[in-house]
């Protein structure tokens, strides 16, 4: 049985899970938004950010406590630093979550993206919440080969990225400015959030292991 | 004479306010080599991006040591959580700057900025300067008038970045797609940068009020 003071990071861990899941759903839910120009869904991921940002809130909350508390030193107090790293870039997934809510809503009732871009998107958001859903496994587990993996859903996250500026830069486009301003962003949320993802994922390995740069690029920047 | 452990204290500060300078002088060069196309200037904000990385983690290795060994707590300890949190903002505020460094290289030797909007960018990247260096002599003194100050500034800059859209968005633009993709990313790299500097000065502000609201939004992310 796990003392009382392994017990609170334990509950630390599962605070982090808990977020992983929402974040992952808000962006599940500002993609279909974004693609179905659905004013209701949109406006109900903006309303539910500010849940996020209160579980933030409290696992940092939590966190303080437990290093006023109980002073942990060595592993221990890496766990509780990585902690509030990790929630931080938890709240920031779910900021840019409503920001694609927030396009979508600014341009209903017409859809922000074009026709031709759909599927990108679409391929996009489903990644996202891919690597969302690994990230809060990659906590309870912190299996290295899944926070690799992870790592690998963010390649293919960057290659779509990339495939909008192509779309952008090539012959054949032809949306207004304004569309090409809105895509340009929208993809770029997309691509931190992914950012954010390996950089938690980066945080466990760091910690399971010891070595900052286990698995790949970014460094973790938050 | 301060004791020991708060002159460690001080010294995370003054770290602070070194990596401000840094972060500063990074958006002012990149700023110039974005108008001018200078390609060695951008080649070196990217190359010098690597000593503010560094900077964090020397930051956050002190920071980090004196948990285990002080095992502060009540405001101590929020100092140097802050202080953590702080770093990751400028980390991140580096990065916007190499960014913007990055894209006068990649159009190198094209101006990435069309004429019509070179003033805009000019003011964006004297805003930003303006408000690195407010952020350092807020660490420094914790005068939050100056914090204050800091977020009207960030407002200027907010309302700059709606200059660019409403530009885009507008009968006249008649630049290439790939302008205005580059531009809609460049103008949100200042954005982002004025919004972790307000983050940084919010969390100054929460230190001496006890009150995270105490200088109008947008709340720390980071």
């Given at each position: 049985?796990?003392?009382?003071?392994?017990?609170?990071?334990?509950?630390?861990?599962?605070?982090?899970?808990?977020?992983?899941?929402?974040?992952?759903?808000?962006?599940?839910?500002?993609?279909?938004?974004?693609?179905?120009?659905?004013?209701?869904?949109?406006?109900?991921?903006?309303?539910?950010?500010?849940?996020?940002?209160?579980?933030?809130?409290?696992?940092?909350?939590?966190?303080?406590?437990?290093?006023?508390?109980?002073?942990?030193?060595?592993?221990?107090?890496?766990?509780?630093?990585?902690?509030?790293?990790?929630?931080?870039?938890?709240?920031?997934?779910?900021?840019?979550?409503?920001?694609?809510?927030?396009?979508?809503?600014?341009?209903?009732?017409?859809?922000?993206?074009?026709?031709?871009?759909?599927?990108?998107?679409?391929?996009?958001?489903?990644?996202?919440?891919?690597?969302?859903?690994?990230?809060?496994?990659?906590?309870?587990?912190?299996d290295l080969a899944?926070a690799?993996?992870?790592?690998?859903?963010?390649?293919?996250?960057?290659?779509?990225?990339?495939?909008?500026?192509?779309?952008?830069?090539?012959?054949?486009?032809?949306?207004?400015?304004?569309?090409?301003?809105?895509?340009?962003?929208?993809?770029?949320?997309?691509?931190?959030?992914?950012?954010?993802?390996?950089?938690?994922?980066?945080?466990?390995s760091?910690?399971?292991?010891?070595?900052?740069?286990?698995?790949?690029?970014?460094?973790?920047?938050?």
């Open positions: 049985m796990r003392d009382l003071f392994h017990s609170e990071l334990d509950q630390l861990a599962e605070r982090l899970q808990e977020m992983c899941g929402l974040v992952g759903a808000a962006m599940g839910s500002a993609t279909r938004a974004l693609l179905a120009a659905d004013l209701r869904l949109a406006e109900s991921v903006i309303a539910a950010d500010v849940q996020i940002d209160e579980a933030q809130r409290e696992l940092d909350e939590r966190a303080v406590a437990i290093l006023a508390r109980q002073a942990p030193v060595a592993t221990d107090l890496r766990v509780v630093v990585a902690s509030l790293r990790m929630s931080s870039s938890l709240e920031r997934m779910g900021d840019l979550a409503r920001h694609v809510a927030l396009l979508a809503r600014l341009r209903y009732p017409h859809k922000a993206v074009p026709g031709e871009l759909e599927l990108v998107f679409a391929e996009m958001g489903a990644t996202a919440q891919r690597i969302a859903s690994k990230a809060g496994r990659v906590i309870a587990t912190r899944l690799a993996e992870l790592a690998k859903d963010d390649d293919a996250l960057d290659d779509l990225h990339r495939q909008v500026f192509a779309a952008v830069s090539g012959e054949g486009w032809s949306a207004s400015p304004e569309t090409t301003a809105d895509i340009t962003l929208a993809s770029r949320f997309y691509e931190r959030y992914g950012d954010h993802a390996v950089s938690l994922a980066k945080r466990i760091y910690l399971v292991t010891g070595d900052l740069d286990g698995i790949g690029e970014p460094a973790p920047t938050v």
